[in-house]
């Protein structure tokens, strides 16, 4: 036989699973009709429920055959009402009589016989199995059983002989009928497999079969790298992890206990209309990535073996399933228990700001457990306060998983007065986003008082609050984001051994999940676009100004002048009707990235007036800001997003998400339907929209921000490619973007921090001369008291409000210094400022127990609210105006990223502000020419013609003219009216004025350029 056959491949994957503890299952005894191996299935009865199975036998009247035909057609039956996953984990009950068709591995081993059943299960690889009925000739390479059950299919392939993991996906889109009952009701996953790549599916569906990758990274899983597997070791495959390790007996019985679910999907009831589907089989059934597996996997056997009281970081690209892995993370913590059968963690905390992951928890758990209560969301909704709520759940015995948000959780977790010895696992969801500072500190102090006895040794409190700010022994960390910082990595990353950089523990990069294709790649189609601007300064004197606030007051007056949100508004209505409405069939949508609020609201008005008046019905608008605002501080100008958009906040994300295209009543009852969102500081993170495919960017983004918010175009859709995205930025150069993503393309380390830096700021605060120690003491000695003593909230209150008075004479120094030498006071300011910021991080990292810290950390955080601040005019521009606007596409750009490996990140020196120094004054005439030098550049005087024609767009006959005619009549009269104005504005440039004057056709167009934009505009006003 030659090595090079297929048969080699298929003898080899079979040698490795009969050597580990697999059956070899015989063709002749799987049953076509019932989708069953009948002769594994009894076998696995005969030796784990021999009680049970001669009840059964006795109701048939002793006939073990008779009863061995009506069982296996009653669990044929079963199967095919509930799904092979639940018969599995619940079993079957016949005539009353339970039997079970697996014993999954006990949580714990304390009883002497915990492991005899679940050692006789028995897993099952038929190779060439003759599966169908319709044509019993066709085979399958493998099938893999549980005590008789089919569960997975695969299909080999070898490329010597021309054949790859390709045709193993044709072969089961072409060659398999998902009609066929082993697929449509029996098998959970199905393998594609060469000695390169392997690749799965769920659901057989002919031609549109979706296989995902099932590898482990062209580095290995868990490190950085790309798509694709390692070289292989020696006398192996690239693919042998599939069966060397997925499909080792432990871990297949696990994986199919603890990973494998069907997703819940609407029905008739909830989607409000017929169609909805209901049948267990019709349910996408979810199969964990090897990424998800391995992580969960790497994870609590870690922490099975070294216990509570370690941090992990998990550096999980988006696309990569995270809200999943964090259900079956949770799930193994809650049950997890070390090798002396000790229960590793008592509960499991979820801390995240997505709503969406409670209930996914809820459904996947459920099928895992079967009982309710095991996962709790505390919330505003549910019944009692949410200091009960917490409460009840922590110190009962039925919830294990809580499911929480960090602002609410430090406020309710002290209720719980009983919790002492208990350990506790943390799951963060976005580490850098929501786990940091004063809050996690406050979280952690409160669990450490409920769960450890070393913080109160010798009734030492202040030392007992600087030990709760480090790490400790029940208290573990489980941190998930796509894009640490440096701090992230310091807090929850694990020291590389050699190194001692700070790195994350498991890693599914982004350029993996680019590779494998469940994101996009959002830097490979950027246009960029600069706006060039010029002032005047129409002031009769010349004003001293601060230089630094008014050229940032200058620049936004340039950028958000009627003019400039105008042409911006044209160029993006354009754009999203010419390239973008068409596409995904006419569903594609944009997000429109502006600087502030009113930036937004503004460029919402432009873009919807501007939309109307050409008559564009595909650029639906909304708009998303937090708060109340006064448009242009204008009391009769006071806006809401619900009060424009129509309804409210939180019903958005599905007005937005809306398509008609996937509405079949569209016709019949019409809504509205929105494809462009402008947002100010809202949808730019963690907002989940997969027919985004186009970002108008209008706002300055770097490092973190700048992936959160362009990352929001990556999703996936069916009928999304890569060729459908586009990002327009109106802010920002393609390579400063690009140095952005850099860090968190492949994966972010950062060097571990000087933990003496804290000191030298010490000394810095305390070399000012204005905090004296006793003073201090007497602080710190009243807040701990009323920290043990308040036991209401409003206690707590009341006793904080009476601390104030002991930073009196601090504040009264400070004030008397200001008088005397405001930059000596500022600096003083500066280095506190700087001192309870490092602190606040640092004392989170590193294991200090120095009381002096902790005191000047306490103390200097109430005092830094009381200090007074130095007077902060703001600046009069007085009269200003904008004479000249253009905006000039620059570029296209196709930055996509390279692999560049690991990349270090500017860690944490402790370098603040610095002390804030006296505003420069210049002239503001000085100051508008310099800025017109740089945002003026290659301006000439054509573009005059815009303030021109808004010169002339102030007549009144103008006005008249634009709603009572069209474009070509309205021309009769603006056409003098613009040259005039024309002219007077270059009246003293002779070289413009004689082409102005000579050149018919310059003119003409020059004019007729202006005729549109006044046109356009002045009935976009009215719109």
């Known amino acids: 036989m030659s090595v090079h056959k297929e048969i080699a491949f298929e003898d080899a994957i079979e040698r490795v699973l009969l050597g580990s503890g697999w059956h070899q299952g015989l063709p002749?005894?799987?049953?076509?009709?019932?989708?069953?191996?009948?002769?594994?299935?009894?076998?696995?009865?005969?030796?784990t429920q021999i009680e049970q199975w001669k009840q059964l036998v006795h109701f048939d009247g002793g006939d073990q055959a008779a009863t061995q035909r009506r069982f296996q057609q009653h669990l044929a039956r079963e199967i095919d009402a509930r799904g092979v996953l639940d018969v599995l984990r619940h079993g079957v009950k016949d005539r009353g009589v339970l039997i079970r068709l697996v014993y999954f591995s006990p949580a714990h081993t304390l009883a002497d016989d915990a492991l005899v059943q679940y050692r006789h299960n028995r897993l099952s690889v038929t190779r060439q199995l003759r599966y169908s009925t319709k044509a019993p000739d066709k085979s399958l390479d493998l099938a893999l059983f549980i005590n008789g059950i089919p569960v997975a299919t695969a299909e080999l392939k070898n490329p010597l002989t021309d054949q790859t993991v390709e045709h193993a996906k044709a072969q089961y889109r072409r060659d398999r009928d998902p009609r066929e009952l082993l697929f449509a009701r029996r098998t959970l996953v199905h393998f594609a497999v060469d000695p390169e790549l392997v690749f799965i599916t769920t659901r057989l569906a002919g031609e549109k079969t979706r296989f995902l990758p099932f590898n482990t990274g062209s580095s290995g899983p868990g490190i950085d790298g790309g798509a694709g597997n390692p070289a292989a070791h020696d006398d192996g495959y690239r693919t042998s992890y599939l069966w060397e390790q997925v499909w080792q007996p432990e871990a297949w019985l696990d994986l199919t206990r603890r990973?494998?679910?069907?997703?819940?999907?609407?029905?008739?009831?909830?989607?409000?209309?017929?169609g909805g589907r209901k049948n267990v089989h019709e349910r996408p059934t979810i199969f964990p990535r090897f990424h998800q597996w391995h992580a969960v996997c790497a994870l609590t056997e870690h922490a099975a073996h070294h216990g509570?009281?370690?941090?992990?970081?998990?550096?999980?690209?988006?696309?990569?399933?995270?809200s999943n892995t964090i259900a079956w993370l949770a799930h193994r913590l809650s049950n997890l228990h070390s090798a002396e059968n000790e229960p590793v963690f008592n509960k499991v905390i979820v801390i995240t700001d997505r709503s969406v992951l409670d209930r996914q928890l809820q459904d996947t758990i459920y099928q895992f457990e079967h009982r309710s209560g095991v996962v709790r969301k505390i919330s505003e909704k549910s019944e009692g306060s949410k200091s009960d709520q917490v409460a009840e759940a922590l110190s009962g015995e039925t919830t294990k998983i809580l499911i929480v948000t960090l602002q609410t959780f430090p406020h309710v977790l002290d209720k719980v007065t009983d919790l002492r010895g208990k350990k506790f696992a943390l799951i963060v969801d976005?580490?850098?986003?929501?786990?940091?500072?004063?809050?996690?500190?406050?979280?952690?102090?409160v669990l450490l008082k409920l769960g450890t006895d070393d913080i109160t040794d010798n009734d030492d409190l202040l030392t007992a609050s600087a030990l709760a700010r480090g790490k400790h022994d029940t208290l573990s960390y489980f941190a998930f984001t796509a894009t640490p910082k440096a701090k992230t990595l310091e807090l929850f990353g694990t020291p590389h051994p050699v190194t001692g950089n700070l790195q994350a523990f498991h890693i599914y990069s982004m350029r993996q999940a680019i590779d494998e294709g469940f994101i996009l790649d959002v830097l490979r189609n950027y246009v960029t676009y600069k706006t060039y601007w010029k002032l005047a300064n129409g002031n009769p004197d010349d004003r001293e100004v601060d230089e630094r606030k008014a050229s940032a007051q200058l620049a936004r007056f340039a950028v958000l002048s009627p003019a400039s949100l105008e042409q911006?508004?044209?160029?993006?209505?354009?754009?999203?009707?010419?390239?973008?409405?068409?596409?995904?069939?006419?569903?594609?949508?944009?997000?429109?990235?502006?600087?502030?609020?009113e930036h937004a609201v503004k460029l919402y008005r432009k873009i919807k007036a501007y939309a109307q008046v050409r008559g564009y019905h595909d650029c639906g608008v909304l708009v998303a800001f937090s708060g109340e605002l006064e448009v242009d501080r204008n009391p009769e100008d006071k806006v809401t997003e619900p009060g424009i958009n129509g309804f409210s906040e939180s019903a958005l994300p599905q007005k937005f998400g809306y398509t008609k295209a996937d509405d079949p009543s569209a016709a019949a009852n019409p809504q509205p339907e929105y494809r462009i969102l402008v947002v100010a500081d809202k949808y730019q993170t963690g907002f989940d929209q997969p027919l985004l495919t186009t970002m108008y960017v209008d706002k300055k983004l770097e490092g973190v921000a700048a992936v959160q918010t362009l990352s929001r175009l990556n999703r996936t859709h069916p009928r999304k490619s890569q060729e459908d995205l586009f990002v327009i930025d109106f802010a920002n150069e393609a390579e400063e973007i690009k140095d952005a993503f850099a860090p968190f393309y492949e994966s972010a380390i950062a060097a571990p921090t000087d933990p003496n830096l804290l000191y030298a700021a010490q000394r810095a605060v305390m070399d000012s001369a204005l905090l004296i120690d006793s003073e201090m003491d007497a602080f710190v000695a009243a807040y701990l008291h009323a920290e043990q003593s308040a036991i209401t909230d409003a206690q707590w209150q009341r006793a904080h409000a009476d601390l104030y008075r002991f930073t009196d004479p601090a504040r009264d120094r400070f004030a008397a210094l200001m008088d005397d030498d405001s930059d000596a006071a500022e600096e003083f300011r500066s280095a506190l400022r700087d001192y309870t910021r490092m602190y606040g991080f640092l004392s989170q990292v590193v294991p200090y127990v120095d009381p002096e810290l902790e005191r000047l950390y306490l103390y200097g955080r109430h005092l830094l609210n009381r200090l007074p601040r130095r007077e902060d005019p703001g600046v009069d521009l007085g009269q200003v105006d904008l004479t000249h606007l253009r905006i000039t596409r620059t570029g296209e750009h196709d930055v996509r990223l390279t692999p560049q490996g690991e990349q270090l990140l500017p860690g944490f020196t402790g370098d603040g502000a610095g002390s804030r120094t006296e505003p420069g004054q210049v002239p503001l005439s000085e100051l508008i020419e310099g800025l017109n030098e740089k945002f003026g550049v290659n301006l000439g005087d054509g573009d005059l013609v815009v303030n021109s024609a808004r010169d002339a767009m102030t007549a009144p006959k103008v006005k008249a003219a634009a709603f009572a005619n069209n474009e070509?009549?309205?021309?009769?009269?603006?056409d003098g009216v613009f040259e005039d104005k024309l002219i007077a504005r270059i009246e003293d440039n002779t070289v413009v004025l004689q082409r102005f004057s000579d050149d018919d056709v310059f003119k003409s167009e020059l004019t007729s350029a202006a005729r549109r934009y006044a046109y356009e505009a002045l009935r976009r006003s009215v719109a």
């Open 28 to 47: 002749d005894g799987y049953d076509r009709k019932l989708g069953l191996d009948t002769d594994q299935l009894f076998t696995f009865i005969g030796a």
């Open 968 to 974: 070509e009549d309205f021309g009769h009269v603006f």
């Open 568 to 597: 911006r508004a044209e160029i993006i209505v354009e754009h999203f009707h010419d390239k973008v409405a068409a596409k995904l069939d006419g569903r594609a949508k944009a997000l429109v990235v502006t600087r502030s609020r």
């Open 259 to 274: 990973f494998l679910h069907v997703e819940k999907v609407p029905d008739a009831s909830s989607s409000g209309r017929a």
């Open 308 to 322: 509570s009281g370690h941090n992990y970081l998990i550096q999980h690209s988006a696309g990569s399933g995270k």
């Open 430 to 445: 976005e580490a850098h986003s929501s786990q940091s500072g004063e809050s996690s500190a406050a979280l952690k102090k």
